[in-house]
């Protein structure tokens, strides 16, 4: 399995937060983790709280442990109650069944991480993370 | 009491893996508990998560504890609300009130184990792990 | 970077307990992980303690973390007591710092896992870890 | 109380990266909080572990808590073993008295953050952190 590099972490966050500036949102944490859900690399902007930092990380590893965007989490939610209810305390409540977490896959889409973004609606958050990926030439 | 030797674990488990292949489910991880609930065997196939190995455990280990199926807890939950939400915390998270796990019971009926599967539908994990308690010649 | 198979995590955990055997050693815990430090594999021999296969696993872990066996982890303790100290703490004391545990890697010397073995004394639980690594075609 | 803001963390991190390379390091992880010792940015080199971001992350966030580096807190740590041990605990593993974390001061010698640099050996994750701050145009 292939798992994403620092080099491509950072770019990934890099232009995430570009197109956050273009879409004039509220400061956001941004983090972006491996295919095991471990933490790559994180960046918080001025005026966003520690605990949105918390948020972005679980949303990515949200991602990493389904297999799917944090948004589809929240969609299957209602047709595996019981097991999201584990889940979320097994993961140590670092699971977020919102959007605002993406794969990100490489160009032969395996998945070799996920971002998670989190401070403005989950909408906005989810946009500029897909932004991100693909502006950094990977896929979600 | 009697106990499900690692032997019998083993074989459970390459049985339940074929069972899911020849499904042809999505990456699985499979735990196999003995009576008191603690881990004998787990496997965790390429492309499964982390959760999903701590989810197969608490499957198996649910199981044990209430002496039915992870299925039929799910059933019995809406009559025990109280007392599930409370084993819940002192269980650490370990419950799952959904299919995937079940009782292995030796040639007379007495209980020595548990498997639990997760990472398909609860139905799919369920469905294999009774493949593979019986195909090796236990009882669930 | 690459990462242990199941089927090879399966090779190495037979092996090992192939030589521990033939060693006449006590019931063991032998834990595969990937290098991550999450579980891949495990086995507790009947009459193993469940606490061994805690041990099993965070020997395995430590090496994940560290890059180094777990025998080296108690040689090098002694210049890095603060660090270890901290960092037990910060790992939830899943690192041990005694032989039993090392480093799994592949044919080009790529780190691809680590493998835990507690249950008898701490040297023969490594040359068994040591002789399954290499049965399996890998390299420690 | 003036605070990093994210664009000199970033630069903060990526002079220490520098540094690393131009001294040949093994793979490290760097974390820069804020005055409250809360997380700004993070970064984890190819084939570093969890683990080294954990303690990173200690280094730089004992550095604020007691407004001294990392290395000056073992030195005093004689002196005060009762405060400490309790300290510890209370923040969860999270003091490293060791090498490695140092303040980061603005011109005027007020702090702004803490870095954290884990990975090689004490003295050289703390050379780097420094060689960071100092070439970013701050002070520690």
């Known amino acids: 399995m292939s798992k994403i590099t620092l080099e491509q972490a950072n770019q990934v966050l890099a232009e ?3 197109k956050a500036a273009e879409m004039g949102l509220n400061p956001l944490a ?3 983790v491996d295919a095991a859900g471990q933490i790559v690399a994180l960046q ?6 520690d605990l949105l930092v918390k948020l972005s990380r679980a949303k990515a590893y949200s991602c990493t442990q389904f297999g799917i965007s944090s948004r589809q989490l ?7 109650p019981e097991i999201l209810n584990s889940a979320q305390i097994l993961a140590d409540g670092n699971l977020v069944a919102a959007p605002g977490g993406v794969l990100i896959r490489d160009q032969d889409g395996a998945m070799i991480g996920a971002i998670g973004v989190s401070g403005d609606t989950s909408d ?3 946009a ?3 932004a ?3 502006a950094a030439g990977l896929k979600v």
Chains 1, 2, 3, 4 share one sequence.
């Open 30 to 32: 941004v983090s972006v």
């Open 132 to 134: 991100g990926v693909e």
């Open 124 to 126: 906005n958050d989810e």
């Open 44 to 49: 918080r902007q001025d005026g966003a709280s």
């Open 128 to 130: 500029c993370a897909i």
């Open 16 to 18: 995430t937060l570009n």
């Open 74 to 80: 929240g969609e299957i939610k209602p047709s595996i």
